[in-house]
């Protein structure tokens, strides 16, 4: 079935380093990639989303590009900040599917 | 702004008690879902429900039963609470069809088994 790996955490950086977070899948066909965000105390929220491969999902300094052929979606941000703590989540769907795939997350710290 | 609620932010009970965790969610939204979070584990689906009256089980049902009575209501009742079932679940709901993946979801529901 569908999976969805992550690197293992907890990840620990300075203000204004470079963070990436990586996310590898398996899964049949052609489906579509997120990431997802939980502050602390919070729900999780959508962070970024590709639906098809090489496109390229941003938001709020974030980035992550659907390589199909590494089955990769590697979330990178140039300057983190301390408001950027939090857990990152990767998952997948197939279009049109009523339900998403979530890897196991990633907890990041960022020190000021 | 777009919400799910999620009545219980926190609740202890004892093994073999019957635990009702409720989630209403005001975005007319037909998919609801209910995931539990554990560390290490990520997010797994329990059941998940795309109408009224309508349920499926996720990858982890065992334990657990659902209930949609009203399209923005959907519960999740552990018959007899277990300390393995001691974790933090999470509602989310979505748009029909699954749209382009993006669920909403409450704050979350820590639960406690003694």
């Known amino acids: 079935g569908d999976s969805v790996t992550q690197m293992e955490g907890p990840v620990t950086l300075s203000e204004e380093a470079f963070l990436t977070i990586n996310c590898t899948y398996t899964?049949?066909?052609?489906?579509?990639l997120f990431w997802y965000v939980q502050y602390p105390g919070e729900g999780l929220q959508l962070l970024l989303k590709?639906?098809?491969?090489?496109d390229k999902g941003s938001n709020k300094g974030f980035e992550a590009t659907y390589r199909k052929e590494t089955t990769s979606f590697h979330l990178e941000k140039g300057s983190v900040q301390v408001s950027d703590s939090a857990v990152y989540f990767c998952?997948?769907?197939?279009?049109?599917?009523?339900?998403?795939?979530f890897g196991q997350g990633t907890r990041l710290t960022i020190n000021p | 702004d777009v919400k799910v609620t999620q009545s219980s932010r926190y609740l202890v009970k004892r093994t073999g008690e019957k635990v009702f965790l409720e989630c209403v969610q005001d975005?007319?939204?037909?998919?609801m879902f209910w995931y539990r979070q554990d560390p290490g584990l990520g997010l797994r689906l329990i059941y998940f429900?795309?109408?009224?009256?309508?349920?499926e089980k996720g990858d982890i049902p065992e334990g657990y039963s659902v209930s949609r009575e009203k399209k923005e209501r959907f519960s999740l009742i552990l018959e007899s609470a277990s300390t393995n079932q001691t974790s933090m679940y999470l509602c989310?709901?979505?748009?029909?069809?699954?749209?382009?993946?993006?669920?909403?979801f409450g704050e979350g529901s820590r639960l406690t088994v003694l």
């Open positions: 998952a997948l769907s197939h279009q049109g599917a009523q339900k998403l795939v």
């Open positions: 975005m007319d939204h037909e998919n």
């Open positions: 899964a049949t066909g052609y489906p579509s």
């Open positions: 429900s795309y109408d009224v009256k309508m349920k």
């Open positions: 989310a709901s979505s748009l029909a069809g699954g749209g382009y993946g993006e669920l909403f």
């Open positions: 590709a639906t098809k491969a090489d």
